[in-house]
């Protein structure tokens, strides 16, 4: 069964600090794609990256940057030098092709993280 | 400007009322789903769409329906609201049905049923 698992209900931490969001998933397929999703107070859901399975480098993006580690079934989150607009709720989400060609994307319960100034 | 809209955006409703929750895309995609979203539990696949005519279910389909007769246009119907069905309730579609397409969400819907 597809399962995407984010032990981390809640994470505070200064501002400034480096946070790291775990992510661990389970699946049998071959390609799946992996996603991470930020939900900010306002409710929206905002797509963060998108790392499909034979993909397997690193990515930065400013002071944001994910780890896909195949072996561990992980896709973690890194949060440099954390800001209070980082606070939010994030989900990641593993996305798999269903009968018919139809996608589906499984989301982890979400980790909410508040910065404090 | 390319967008999922949803409404309304907040509903407060009472047990057993009929309603319908709309949502529509610009962006021509044939690929449209709903998600609930539940403290602990994440969203979880309502319902999807293939494309018009074309619908199935999620993971938790009991208690709702849903129709598209337009492919810009999703909507989901709760034919007799019961009080586990408060929730937070997502709109989305994407270009094509593909496992690596980027699902674009709608704001959301707050749904109280009392």
């Known amino acids: 069964a597809q399962k995407v698992t984010q032990a981390q209900t809640e994470i505070s931490v200064v501002e400034k600090e480096d946070v790291t969001l775990d992510c661990v998933y389970e699946t049998r397929d071959t390609t799946y794609y992996l996603f991470w999703y930020k939900q900010p107070p306002s409710g929206e859901l905002v797509f963060l990256i998108r790392r499909n399975s034979f993909d397997e480098q690193n990515e930065i993006s400013g002071r944001y940057s994910w780890n896909f580690q195949k072996s561990t079934s992980s896709f973690n989150f890194t949060i440099t030098a954390s800001q209070v607009v980082d606070s939010a709720v994030y989900f990641c989400a593993l996305s798999r092709l269903i009968i018919q060609g139809a996608q589906k994307l499984v989301f982890g319960q979400g980790t909410r993280l508040t910065i404090n100034p | 400007e390319a967008q999922v809209t949803q409404n309304p955006r907040y509903l407060i409703t009472v047990t057993g009322k009929k309603l319908t929750v709309t949502c529509s895309q610009n962006?021509?995609?044939?690929?449209m789903s709903w998600y609930r979203q539940d403290p602990g539990l994440g969203l979880r696949q309502i319902y999807y769409s293939m494309n018009v005519e074309v619908t199935d279910k999620g993971d938790v389909p009991e208690g709702y329906k849903v129709s598209r007769k337009e492919k810009r246009n999703f909507p989901l119907i709760l034919e007799s609201p019961s009080p586990n069905q408060t929730s937070l309730y997502f709109c989305?579609?994407?270009?094509?049905?593909?496992?690596?397409?980027?699902?674009?969400f709608g704001p959301g819907t707050r749904l109280t049923v009392l």
């Open positions: 962006m021509n995609h044939e690929y």
């Open positions: 989305a579609s994407s270009l094509i049905a593909g496992a690596g397409n980027e699902q674009f």
